[in-house]
Structure formats: structure tokens, C-alpha cells
């Protein structure tokens, strides 16, 4: 049996790509970064955070926690980037400005909706004993990988890497407390609708 060809690929680089590829990443950066802005007047304008869940506060900081991170690692740290060109020679960081710009930003404007939690009317609320030890576990498990990483045992793109994981798996499951507590209450007065529709909007 004839041994199969070999296949060559080459990564071509097109300045016309490159430039829309920056600007739509500029405006899915502005869409985001806004739709956080309806939720914290709709929490300033109701001095209440009543109907807001939050667990879906909790994962939404962990994972721009984790994107804040992973992007600032193939953006600025020289031993990620480094290992990425050993890895992948002919490869491109897909990572921008706007993506480090955007997570930096949404995790600033989450800790400040959650800073609104401890100063508005809550109603008793707070998070799950799931959410809890979801986060613990997390926390636990990122440090352990950090030894493991400093030991040398993986590398620092593979420790990088597991952020981009959390990141995805939180995306998957985060809005479902919220949901929950939609469905509960009856209501959706504690929610803007406008986060939700930006966040379409950028996607």
C-alpha cells in the first residue's frame, strides 16, 4: 500500500484580513463591554439587587477572572508565547488588545455589580452552597496546577490553557441561576434586558 502524500500547510497573512478581523474585534469589544452598563443604573435606579441571582454573579467573576488571565498570558508574558511558537511554529496568536481590553474591563464591571450587592436592598440573598464549593474547588484546583506547573511536570501554556477551559465550561452553565431565579419569581424586573441583548449583539 502506497504511502499517503504529504500535505503541506502554510499560514498566509492578508493585511485586509487582519484589518477587519481588528475592527470587528473592536466592535464586539464595544458591545460587551457596554452591555454591563443597563444592569448596574437598573441596580443604582432600584437601590435593590432583589432578583438578581447571585451565583450567576459568582461564576460570571471567575470566568473573566480566568479570561483576564489567559489573555494576558499570550499577550504579555514571554514564556507562554515562547512555548505557543515551539508548539504551533507556523501558528498565529489569535489573542488582541481588545480581547485583554474587554476582559479586563468586564471583570472591573462585575465586581462593581457585586460591590452593589453589599450596598443595596438584597433581601437576604446569597450564594449557594453549590456555587460555594464549585468556587472553592476551583481556587483549590488552580493552585495545585500551579505547583505542578512550577515543577515543571506542564508546561506554562498548558497552565494557561486550563483557564481558557474554566472560562468555556462557566460560559456554558453561567446563566442558568439566573434563569432559575426568573422562573422562581415570576419576574424578570430585577434584570435588564439590555445586557442580555448587547451580549447578543457581540456574539
Not at 432600584?46 to 477572572?65: A, E, M, P, T
Not at 474591563?105 to 452593589?116: E, K, N, P, V
Not at 488552580?142 to 474554566?166: E, H, N, P, R
Request: hydrophobic content about 50%.
Amino acid at each position: 500500500m502506497a504511502n499517503p502524500p504529504d500535505l503541506d500547510m502554510a499560514v498566509i497573512h492578508s493585511r485586509p484580513v487582519e484589518t477587519v478581523n481588528v475592527v470587528l474585534g473592536w466592535l464586539c469589544f464595544a458591545s460587551w463591554s457596554i452591555s454591563f452598563y443597563p444592569q448596574v443604573w437598573k441596580n443604582w435606579k432600584r437601590k435593590s439587587v432583589i432578583g438578581l441571582s447571585f451565583d450567576f454573579l459568582g461564576y460570571n467573576l471567575l470566568g473573566w477572572i480566568c479570561y483576564s488571565m489567559f489573555n494576558a498570558a499570550l499577550l504579555w508574558y514571554p514564556a507562554v508565547i515562547h512555548e505557543y511558537h515551539l508548539k504551533y511554529p507556523h501558528g498565529v496568536i489569535s489573542v488582541q488588545l481588545s480581547d485583554a481590553c474587554f476582559s479586563f474591563h468586564a471583570f472591573l464591571l462585575t465586581g462593581f455589580t457585586i460591590l452593589q450587592c453589599f450596598l443595596y436592598e438584597r433581601g437576604g440573598q446569597t450564594l449557594s452552597s453549590v456555587c460555594r464549593t464549585l468556587l472553592a474547588l476551583f481556587v483549590c484546583a488552580m493552585v495545585i496546577m500551579l505547583i505542578v506547573a512550577t515543577s515543571g511536570c506542564i508546561t506554562w501554556l498548558q497552565y494557561v490553557s486550563i483557564f481558557s477551559y474554566v472560562k468555556l465550561a462557566v460560559t456554558l452553565f453561567k446563566y442558568s441561576p439566573q434563569v432559575y431565579v426568573n422562573c422562581r419569581k415570576k419576574s424578570t424586573e430585577a434584570v435588564s434586558i439590555y445586557q442580555f441583548l448587547l451580549d447578543l449583539t457581540g456574539g
